[in-house]
Protein backbone atom coordinates (compact mmCIF):
# COMPACT_ATOMS: atom_id res chain seq x y z
CA UNK A 1 0.00 0.00 0.00
CA UNK A 2 1.35 3.26 -0.56
CA UNK A 3 1.79 6.46 1.84
CA UNK A 4 -1.08 8.37 0.15
CA UNK A 5 -3.55 5.35 0.60
CA UNK A 6 -2.79 5.07 4.08
CA UNK A 7 -3.01 8.35 4.35
CA UNK A 8 -6.90 7.96 3.08
CA UNK A 9 -7.36 5.24 5.02
CA UNK A 10 -6.48 6.76 8.38
CA UNK A 11 -8.44 10.39 7.40
CA UNK A 12 -11.50 7.71 7.08
CA UNK A 13 -11.20 5.60 10.50
CA UNK A 14 -10.81 9.27 12.43
CA UNK A 15 -13.74 10.18 10.77
CA UNK A 16 -15.75 7.33 11.97
CA UNK A 17 -14.13 6.99 15.04
CA UNK A 18 -12.73 10.15 16.43
CA UNK A 19 -9.02 8.94 17.47
CA UNK A 20 -6.78 6.73 15.83
CA UNK A 21 -4.08 4.48 18.10
CA UNK A 22 -0.24 4.59 16.28
CA UNK A 23 -0.22 0.52 17.40
CA UNK A 24 -3.61 -0.04 15.93
CA UNK A 25 -2.62 1.46 12.62
CA UNK A 26 1.43 -0.17 12.76
CA UNK A 27 -0.68 -3.36 12.83
CA UNK A 28 -3.73 -2.82 10.36
CA UNK A 29 -1.13 -1.66 7.52
CA UNK A 30 1.56 -4.06 8.51
CA UNK A 31 3.81 -1.60 9.05
CA UNK A 32 6.30 -0.07 11.47
CA UNK A 33 5.11 2.11 14.51
CA UNK A 34 7.63 5.04 13.14
CA UNK A 35 6.29 4.93 9.60
CA UNK A 36 2.68 5.64 11.26
CA UNK A 37 3.79 8.66 13.32
CA UNK A 38 5.52 9.60 9.94
CA UNK A 39 1.73 9.16 8.04
CA UNK A 40 0.35 11.05 11.13
CA UNK A 41 3.09 14.26 11.43
CA UNK A 42 2.11 14.74 7.56
CA UNK A 43 -1.56 14.71 8.10
CA UNK A 44 -1.07 16.80 11.25
CA UNK A 45 0.95 19.25 8.74
CA UNK A 46 -2.17 19.10 6.18
CA UNK A 47 -4.33 20.19 8.56
CA UNK A 48 -5.56 16.49 8.95
CA UNK A 49 -5.82 15.70 12.26
CA UNK A 50 -4.35 16.80 15.67
CA UNK A 51 -1.69 14.43 17.46
CA UNK A 52 -2.27 13.19 20.84
CA UNK A 53 -0.02 10.86 23.09
CA UNK A 54 0.10 7.54 21.09
CA UNK A 55 -1.91 8.42 18.27
CA UNK A 56 -4.11 11.41 16.96
CA UNK A 57 -7.83 12.83 16.97
CA UNK A 58 -10.13 15.26 14.60
CA UNK A 59 -9.46 18.70 14.69
CA UNK A 60 -12.84 19.10 15.88
CA UNK A 61 -11.72 17.51 19.07
CA UNK A 62 -9.10 20.24 20.65
CA UNK A 63 -8.95 20.60 24.16
CA UNK A 64 -10.75 23.79 24.30
CA UNK A 65 -13.30 22.89 21.64
CA UNK A 66 -16.59 23.30 23.10
CA UNK A 67 -19.81 23.23 20.89
CA UNK A 68 -22.94 25.61 21.18
CA UNK A 69 -25.71 24.70 23.30
CA UNK A 70 -27.79 24.53 20.09
CA UNK A 71 -25.01 22.05 18.31
CA UNK A 72 -25.26 19.69 20.87
CA UNK A 73 -28.83 19.64 20.88
CA UNK A 74 -28.64 18.47 17.20
CA UNK A 75 -25.86 16.16 17.67
CA UNK A 76 -26.52 12.23 18.69
CA UNK A 77 -30.48 13.19 19.70
CA UNK A 78 -31.30 9.32 19.53
CA UNK A 79 -28.52 8.21 21.23
CA UNK A 80 -28.64 11.05 23.98
CA UNK A 81 -32.90 9.87 24.52
CA UNK A 82 -31.32 6.13 24.76
CA UNK A 83 -29.28 6.92 27.45
CA UNK A 84 -31.79 9.52 29.69
CA UNK A 85 -34.17 6.49 29.43
CA UNK A 86 -31.34 3.90 30.43
CA UNK A 87 -29.99 6.26 32.92
CA UNK A 88 -33.37 6.40 35.14
CA UNK A 89 -32.64 2.73 35.79
CA UNK A 90 -30.42 4.06 38.69
CA UNK A 91 -33.52 5.27 40.30
CA UNK A 92 -35.40 2.07 40.60
CA UNK A 93 -39.29 2.48 40.17
CA UNK A 94 -39.91 3.95 43.25
CA UNK A 95 -37.33 6.21 44.41
CA UNK A 96 -37.79 8.75 46.95
CA UNK A 97 -35.62 11.45 47.41
CA UNK A 98 -32.94 13.86 45.77
CA UNK A 99 -31.85 14.40 42.45
CA UNK A 100 -29.23 17.05 41.24
CA UNK A 101 -29.20 17.69 37.56
CA UNK A 102 -26.42 18.68 35.58
CA UNK A 103 -26.71 21.35 32.83
CA UNK A 104 -26.25 19.50 28.81
CA UNK A 105 -28.03 18.13 26.56
CA UNK A 106 -27.57 14.47 27.77
CA UNK A 107 -28.50 15.28 31.34
CA UNK A 108 -31.14 16.92 29.44
CA UNK A 109 -32.35 13.93 27.87
CA UNK A 110 -32.85 12.33 31.48
CA UNK A 111 -35.06 15.30 32.07
CA UNK A 112 -37.14 14.80 29.49
CA UNK A 113 -37.18 10.88 30.54
CA UNK A 114 -37.93 11.68 34.35
CA UNK A 115 -40.84 13.85 33.37
CA UNK A 116 -43.01 11.40 33.48
CA UNK A 117 -42.51 10.86 36.90
CA UNK A 118 -42.28 13.96 38.75
CA UNK A 119 -46.26 14.65 38.97
CA UNK A 120 -46.92 13.90 42.94
CA UNK A 121 -43.77 12.05 43.39
CA UNK A 122 -41.54 12.89 46.74
CA UNK A 123 -38.49 13.61 44.04
CA UNK A 124 -36.67 17.15 45.18
CA UNK A 125 -34.87 18.04 41.29
CA UNK A 126 -32.26 20.37 41.85
CA UNK A 127 -30.56 21.90 39.08
CA UNK A 128 -27.94 25.15 38.16
CA UNK A 129 -29.30 24.55 34.57
CA UNK A 130 -31.39 27.61 33.65
CA UNK A 131 -32.37 25.13 30.38
CA UNK A 132 -33.56 22.05 32.52
CA UNK A 133 -35.01 24.52 35.20
CA UNK A 134 -37.32 26.18 32.77
CA UNK A 135 -38.58 22.84 31.28
CA UNK A 136 -39.29 21.23 34.64
CA UNK A 137 -40.73 24.31 35.99
CA UNK A 138 -44.10 23.90 34.31
CA UNK A 139 -44.49 20.10 35.22
CA UNK A 140 -47.56 20.28 37.37
CA UNK A 141 -46.58 19.05 40.86
CA UNK A 142 -42.53 18.93 40.11
CA UNK A 143 -40.36 19.89 43.01
CA UNK A 144 -37.46 22.05 41.81
CA UNK A 145 -34.74 24.27 43.27
CA UNK A 146 -32.72 26.42 41.17
CA UNK A 147 -29.50 27.08 42.02
CA UNK A 148 -27.80 30.59 40.75
CA UNK A 149 -25.24 32.31 40.03
CA UNK A 150 -23.31 33.65 37.01
CA UNK A 151 -25.29 32.52 33.77
CA UNK A 152 -22.44 31.21 31.23
CA UNK A 153 -24.31 31.99 27.47
CA UNK A 154 -22.79 28.97 25.94
CA UNK A 155 -24.32 26.08 27.99
CA UNK A 156 -27.00 28.52 30.28
CA UNK A 157 -25.76 27.22 33.13
CA UNK A 158 -24.94 29.13 36.75
CA UNK A 159 -21.36 28.66 37.35
CA UNK A 160 -18.87 30.66 39.94
CA UNK A 161 -17.91 30.55 43.41
CA UNK A 162 -21.27 31.65 44.45
CA UNK A 163 -22.56 28.50 42.66
CA UNK A 164 -19.76 25.78 43.85
CA UNK A 165 -20.56 27.25 47.20
CA UNK A 166 -24.29 26.43 47.10
CA UNK A 167 -23.72 22.89 45.73
CA UNK A 168 -21.10 22.44 48.43
CA UNK A 169 -23.91 22.97 50.60
CA UNK A 170 -26.00 20.22 49.16
CA UNK A 171 -25.64 16.34 49.79
CA UNK A 172 -28.10 15.31 46.86
CA UNK A 173 -28.98 11.16 46.97
CA UNK A 174 -28.46 10.70 43.06
CA UNK A 175 -26.44 13.34 40.93
CA UNK A 176 -26.58 12.75 36.77
CA UNK A 177 -23.86 14.59 35.25
CA UNK A 178 -22.52 14.86 31.72
CA UNK A 179 -19.26 15.50 30.69
CA UNK A 180 -16.91 16.19 27.13
CA UNK A 181 -14.58 13.63 27.85
CA UNK A 182 -14.26 9.75 29.47
CA UNK A 183 -10.52 8.84 29.42
CA UNK A 184 -8.60 5.90 31.25
CA UNK A 185 -5.79 7.94 32.32
CA UNK A 186 -7.79 11.89 33.00
CA UNK A 187 -10.59 10.91 33.65
CA UNK A 188 -13.75 13.14 33.13
CA UNK A 189 -12.94 16.48 31.57
CA UNK A 190 -14.32 19.87 30.00
CA UNK A 191 -12.99 22.49 27.86
CA UNK A 192 -14.12 25.42 30.81
CA UNK A 193 -12.62 25.89 34.17
CA UNK A 194 -16.04 27.40 35.42
CA UNK A 195 -17.85 24.71 34.21
CA UNK A 196 -14.99 22.15 35.57
CA UNK A 197 -15.46 23.69 39.29
CA UNK A 198 -19.01 23.73 38.74
CA UNK A 199 -18.82 19.56 37.85
CA UNK A 200 -16.61 18.82 40.66
CA UNK A 201 -18.65 20.40 43.46
CA UNK A 202 -21.69 18.27 41.96
CA UNK A 203 -19.61 14.94 41.86
CA UNK A 204 -17.96 15.81 45.29
CA UNK A 205 -21.57 16.13 47.20
CA UNK A 206 -23.67 13.21 45.71
CA UNK A 207 -23.89 10.48 47.39
CA UNK A 208 -24.17 8.36 43.67
CA UNK A 209 -23.12 9.67 40.86
CA UNK A 210 -24.50 8.68 37.38
CA UNK A 211 -22.23 9.78 34.85
CA UNK A 212 -24.01 9.84 31.16
CA UNK A 213 -21.78 10.19 27.98
CA UNK A 214 -22.43 9.78 24.34
CA UNK A 215 -19.87 7.26 22.38
CA UNK A 216 -18.31 10.16 21.36
CA UNK A 217 -16.69 11.49 24.43
CA UNK A 218 -15.08 7.80 25.27
CA UNK A 219 -11.52 8.31 25.17
CA UNK A 220 -11.76 12.40 24.75
CA UNK A 221 -9.33 14.54 27.16
CA UNK A 222 -10.52 17.64 27.05
CA UNK A 223 -8.34 20.83 28.67
CA UNK A 224 -9.82 20.66 32.75
CA UNK A 225 -9.92 17.54 34.60
CA UNK A 226 -13.06 17.45 37.64
CA UNK A 227 -13.04 14.18 38.42
CA UNK A 228 -11.55 11.00 38.57
CA UNK A 229 -13.07 7.79 37.57
CA UNK A 230 -12.81 6.25 40.86
CA UNK A 231 -15.25 9.31 41.80
CA UNK A 232 -18.29 8.13 39.68
CA UNK A 233 -20.15 5.15 40.38
CA UNK A 234 -21.94 4.25 37.16
CA UNK A 235 -21.45 5.56 33.43
CA UNK A 236 -24.21 5.43 31.33
CA UNK A 237 -23.10 5.44 27.08
CA UNK A 238 -24.37 4.18 23.93
CA UNK A 239 -21.26 1.94 22.70
CA UNK A 240 -18.40 0.23 24.45
CA UNK A 241 -15.31 1.62 25.33
CA UNK A 242 -12.06 0.77 24.07
CA UNK A 243 -10.60 -1.99 26.21
CA UNK A 244 -8.38 0.69 27.64
CA UNK A 245 -10.63 2.75 29.22
CA UNK A 246 -13.54 -0.21 29.88
CA UNK A 247 -10.53 -2.36 31.77
CA UNK A 248 -10.00 1.57 33.79
CA UNK A 249 -13.57 1.99 34.53
CA UNK A 250 -13.11 -1.73 35.99
CA UNK A 251 -9.90 -1.27 37.91
CA UNK A 252 -12.10 2.17 39.15
CA UNK A 253 -14.99 -0.10 40.20
CA UNK A 254 -17.64 1.77 37.53
CA UNK A 255 -20.43 -0.01 36.82
CA UNK A 256 -20.97 0.76 32.64
CA UNK A 257 -24.68 0.50 31.58
CA UNK A 258 -25.18 0.05 27.53
CA UNK A 259 -28.37 2.35 26.15
Not at 23 to 38: H, S
Not at 117 to 136: F, K, M, N, W
Request: aromatic content about 4%.
Amino acid sequence: MYATERHDQIELLLASQGRVSVVELADRFEVTTETIRRDLDQLETRGALRRVHGGAVTRERASTREPSLAERLEHHGGAKTAIGHRALDALGADFSGSLFLDAGTTTGAVAAALTPRLAGARIEVVTHSLTLGYSLAGVPGASLSLIGGRIRGLTAAAVGADTVRAIGALRPDVAFVGTNGVSAGFGLSTPDPDEAAVKRAIVESARRVIVVADAEKLGAELLVGFAPLSDIDVLVTDAPPDAELAAALSEADVEVWLA
